[in-house]
């Protein structure tokens, strides 16, 4: 280290002294001067100018035009930097011209400076050293403003008006900004960085009406509010699952669609199945037939028959994912030796069924054959979407319900009336009047239980069949990972004791927040279920049949001979009936991963990708009857069929949906979409005749001679694409257009892809 003396130490430290206010009035009459030069330049005061500026989604050429004329500053700028035709708002009547070009260049990577009697809008730079005009400072003039970020954050929560359950998945913007954000499962959410201003806020969610209110941010302050949303009564605002990501709102749609929240169902009537769900709560939803069997269904039509070749069955849809939709599954309830007829089978038992009304949370009903467009072909009997339950954060909420009833059918008596038959006449005239007899033949049926007549575990032919549900769910999350699991419970037995239907079903349903506009949801779901059903639908061998259309002759009370076996039933006993056993074990998979990612609310995209399996074993058992006459033909040597129909449904999509406001009255909405499916249908079928003995059950049992063995096996591949173009002025009229190109492996090497 350097050591001075004393005396020069302290020379040096007055000539440092001495240049330092040197430099100080240098730079201070230098600063004087150039004051003096521009003090009359008007661009120190441009920025702190009244704005007088009232616009309202207008495009940015024309919003900074009026500001040029507001203001009187000129505006210097390059067409080719701006995006002159991104539609803006701003309510500075009372702000200055740097706050109102704050708002109009909101996240576009310009800026406005000051240069001479102009601002000048230019890409935002980081210099690396001050300008000279940063630091400029002296009597006369002004330092020109800094454009720096002044922005506070909206917080709040929405929640049911009528619960004030907290409303998760809800959509809160400000349309002026064109920004927003969702709500959590807790109704919580956040919107930062929003420029210092007025603004509306509005709020959407489906199901609900749209509620807006007023807001004023702050610089560097959290602003608060809350919101409480009624359902909605028109609906003409909510958001229908259409098949593009995000959804369409009701008003932009041109087709029919019925919308069921089931939660507003369950809470007023009990309910076993989606059949009941739909009932009587779907305009134009038909079910073609309604089985007495408990574990049976019906077919499904959407405004009649739509297609001569197609199934008339809507395409049903899981969480996004194409699912089976045979409405025969089971065994053909008629005559033994029949087979599947072909892939959707000739059975009783609807596959729509497998889902539990207690896992979903809206059901959607697309009608018509516009949905044929975003869907395919085979959607010209309408679509059916099944949108189950996601789970809520926070911590673990369980649920569990027991629901008992019974099956009956009303006045059985009364609805198979009273007959009257002749004594001494088979068929008519009846020689005498005093030949002529009245009876019911349910009452009859009655008597022989009692009497012991034929074997029947309950006191009349039709009973009262205990029904029993429970179910248990549990949901709960954290902010970014959320869950929705459950398992359930039934067993019902039907009218007839022997007719059941036992199942089991579990759905795991998982929410996970990638990122602030990245989510993935994971949806699965297994049933397994056993069931034997009761009155042969469609067949001779019913037992609603053989009482309905009995012979008064016969009774045992009259005393005939001839016709003393069959008690006054047609053909055969009811004991003959329950005898024949027909069942369908089953189980289901059903499982889908979507990832969904948004990028502002001008564009949304989804890809999905989902699998669906079932595996069937139904039998059709004629024991061979050795105690009493058999009356049925299958039963002198006994039979059995067997068969084994198991299906895969693979599907994959992908759909991008962008939204563009052309004008302040006009807003375009393209959607583009690619679709894969793929479906496997195998079936193996067993035959056998002649047991060797009643208790035989097995085909392995029979004779190699009696045997037959059939095998079918169907594959079939479809792709799909598909660009959809809406177009809405004044969000009042639409108008849209599509086209779909379709291939599918059923078309053959002579026909070409169909547009």
Known sequence: MLSLPRPLAGLVLFLALAASVAGSAAQQRSTESLATAFADAPSSTLLTKAARLEVDQIPLGEALRLLEVSSGVPLAYSPILLPLNRTVSCHCEELTVGEALRILLWNTGMEGVVLSDHLVIRPIEQPRFRSPTAVLVGRGIESPPVLRRRVGSITGRVVDGATMAPLGAAQVSIAELQIGALTQNNGQFLITNVPEGSYTVRVNRIGYVEAQAPVTVLTDQA??????????????????????????????????????????????????????????????????????????????????????????????????????????????????????????????????????????ESIEIIK??????????????????????????????????????????????????????????????????????????????????SEGYFDWPTRNLYSYGPSRTYDLNVTGGTANVRYYLSGNFADETGPLYYNTDVTSSFRANVTALLADNLNLDVSTGFVSGNTRYGEPVGSEIGIWRVTKLSDGRCLIRMGLDSCERRGGFADFRPDDVAKIELTREYERFTGSVALNHTLGDWLSQRAIVGLDRRWDVNERLYPKEETIEPVIGQTRQGALDRETPNTMNLSLEYAVNATAQVTPNLRSTTSLGAQYFERRYESLFTNGRSFPAAISRTINQTPITQMSLGYSYIENKSMGFYVQEEVGYNDRLFLTGALRFDDNSAFGANFEAQV
């Not at 979407?385 to 954060?393: E, Y």
């Open 223 to 360: 602003v608060t509010l809350n919101f409480s949303l009624d359902s909605e009564a028109l609906a003409l605002d909510e958001v229908i699952v259409t098949g593009t990501p995000g959804g369409t709102r009701r008003r932009a749609l041109g087709n029919a669609v019925t919308r069921i929240q089931t939660a507003e169902v369950t809470e007023r009537v009990a309910v076993a199945n989606v059949q009941e769900m739909l009932t009587s709560r779907t305009p134009g939803l038909q079910f073609q037939r309604v089985s007495g069997n408990v574990g049976s269904g019906s077919n499904i039509q959407i405004r009649g028959t739509s297609s001569f070749n197609l199934s008339s069955n809507p395409l049903i849809y899981v969480d996004g994912v194409r699912v089976d939709n045979s409405s025969k599954a089971g065994p053909m309830l008629a005559n033994a030796g029949t087979t599947y007829r072909d892939q959707q089978g000739s059975g009783e038992s609807n596959t729509l069924f497998d889902f539990n009304p207690e896992d979903i």
């Open 368 to 449: 018509g054959p516009a949905a044929a467009t975003l869907y395919g072909t085979e959607a010209s009997a309408g679509v059916i979407q099944i949108i189950t339950k996601k789970g809520q954060d926070g911590s673990p909420r369980f649920n569990l319900s027991v629901r008992q009833g019974v099956n009956f059918v009303p006045d059985p008596a009364g609805k198979i009336g009273t007959a009257v038959s002749c004594l001494t006449a088979e068929v008519p005239p009846c020689t005498s009047r005093d030949d002529l007899f009245t009876y019911n033949m349910y009452e009859e049926a009655t008597r022989y239980i």
